[in-house]
């Protein structure tokens, strides 16, 4: 086999030097002369020129071959590639919130309705979809007495479930709300107040994401209803926003009263990078895989926006696993996304008779119209500080960013861990030195929590390494490293 061309190790193309030596070797031995005598002839002048256009020919066809596979090709040609395995490239996509909106009943919010964070800079979310805020769909309300001019009794309900107070005849507006407000206090979903000064009886969800229909009484109305309706941001993006953030109405109905942010978000993307776009061809190539667990972690990972990890776990024993799997069961641990897309590809791709495992539960309608009660489980983070000690290279500087680019580096490798990925931060190192040059050598210590509040100390910084169980996930920000000198 020819040392060039397509080789036992890819593509191996001639150099012009290499062409232009065959080429002169070639005319030498047919002549009877050397005509590599002199480099200024007319002769070498046209040998140069025919074997550059060579040369660029060979390097077309290395380019046509590197085209053809997902490891090497880039721009569009990776977009081709990787469509033979059935994998796109993820295009940019925006945030959503569940945003909390109060307002008077039946108020309608059209595609025109913005609201922002109280953040500086301030962030600008929108209806992509109409929505109303609506008793139908309420996950707090207040509620007040219409008229007490009758012993009717006084009706609440809720998912058809009936809270009624029967009123004696001197009873006023307070007595009634007090009196509902005992009865819903004994309900384990809501909980129940009363505003004695304006005589509004307020109802809350205990799940904060939940929503529920409430259906009065003549003799009960609305003050106010809150409704979770998802806002998109303006921006493409993981838009990341802390809770009761998003407060700010910028435009909406006159009736629209306050927004806030109480629930997870969905978190959007940049468009994927070649980069990225090879990564996930890695996870996502096994969408047309008879193997179960590999299927459905693949199309978690391709159909769900906002999912950051799956680890998908099974027990195909007769017995309970010590993790507490069930027999021939499936736990999938996943984070982020949006829970009932999660449980719709765990459905479509499990096979019959596999029972799902986890705390988070989804109710799907099956294919006959009986309930599927799907389940999962989210991860618990592991919180991780870091200190990162450098020594100075003694022949190259330092950047001036050097603190900036090491916990870039750091924080990139960490977003890659999935859930049950331990933290081997000697993993982290060739990211570390190829990000930021000017390093002779690096000392990593760590500490880690599952409580996001803990302040580690000086002394705290312990860990070499870290195990992860199945059910975790570590995470980190560059808030959370800290970049040190020690030569």
């Not at 100390?457 to 490293?481: C, F, N, P």
Request: aromatic share 8%.
């Amino acid at each position: 086999m020819s040392e060039y061309g397509i080789t036992e190790r890819g593509v191996n193309i001639k150099r012009l030097d290499t062409i232009m030596d065959e080429v002169h070797t070639g005319l030498s031995d047919g002549w009877g002369v050397n005509t590599r005598l002199n480099p200024k002839s007319k002769l070498n002048v046209l040998v140069t020129n025919f074997s550059d256009k060579i040369a660029e020919l060979w390097e077309l066809g290395k380019g046509i071959y590197d085209s053809m596979y997902p490891s090497s090709a880039e721009g569009i040609s990776l977009d081709n590639a990787c469509q033979f395995g059935g994998t796109v490239r993820e295009t940019a996509a925006r945030s959503y919130y569940p945003i909390h909106c109060t307002g008077v009943d039946g108020t309608p919010l059209d595609t025109s309705t913005i609201i922002a964070s109280a953040t500086n800079p301030q962030t600008n979310f929108v209806l992509l979809n109409p929505a109303t805020i609506t008793r139908s769909s309420f996950n707090r309300a207040t509620v007040k007495v219409v008229s007490t001019a009758s012993t009717a009794a006084y009706t609440v309900s809720i998912d058809g479930t009936l809270f009624s107070y029967t009123p004696k005849s001197t009873d006023g507006p307070k007595e009634v709300l007090d009196g509902l407000k005992t009865i819903l206090a004994a309900s384990d979903e809501f909980t129940a107040s009363v505003d004695t000064e304006n005589l509004l009886l307020s109802i809350e969800a205990v799940d904060e994401t939940a929503s529920y229909a409430m259906i009065l009484t003549e003799n009960l109305t609305t003050d106010t209803v809150t409704s979770i309706i998802n806002f998109a941001s303006e921006q493409n993006g993981d838009i990341v926003l802390p809770y009761e953030a998003i407060t700010n109405i910028v435009q909406g109905h006159a009736d629209f009263q306050g927004c806030t942010n109480l629930c997870p978000y969905i978190a959007g993307r940049q468009e994927e990078t070649d980069r990225e776009l090879r990564q996930s061809y890695v996870d996502k190539i096994f969408n047309r895989s008879s193997r179960m667990l590999e299927s459905i972690r693949s199309a978690i990972l391709q159909n769900v926006q906002g999912v950051k990890s799956v680890a998908p776990y099974e027990n195909d024993t007769n017995v309970t696993d010590k993790y507490g799997r069930p027999p021939h069961s499936v736990e999938i641990v996943v984070d982020g996304g949006d829970a009932r897309e999660i449980a719709q590809q765990i459905l479509a791709r499990k096979a019959g008779g596999i029972s799902t495992f986890g705390s988070e539960e989804v109710s799907l309608p099956g294919e006959y119209g009986e309930e599927i009660t799907i389940r999962f489980n989210r991860p618990t983070y592991v919180y991780t500080w870091m200190r990162v000690g450098i020594t100075q290279s003694g022949v190259e500087d330092l950047p001036l960013n050097y603190a900036d680019r090491i916990k870039d580096a750091i924080v990139a490798r960490m977003d890659e861990l999935n859930c049950g990925d331990d933290i081997v931060p000697q993993k982290f190192l060739d990211a570390i030195y190829g990000s930021c040059p000017g390093i002779s050598y690096l000392d990593i210590t760590m500490f880690a929590s599952t409580d996001e509040a803990d302040t580690p100390t000086t002394d705290s910084y312990t860990l070499r390494s870290k195990t992860i169980s199945a059910r975790e996930r570590a995470v980190t920000s560059e808030t959370m490293i800290e970049v040190a000198l020690d030569g």
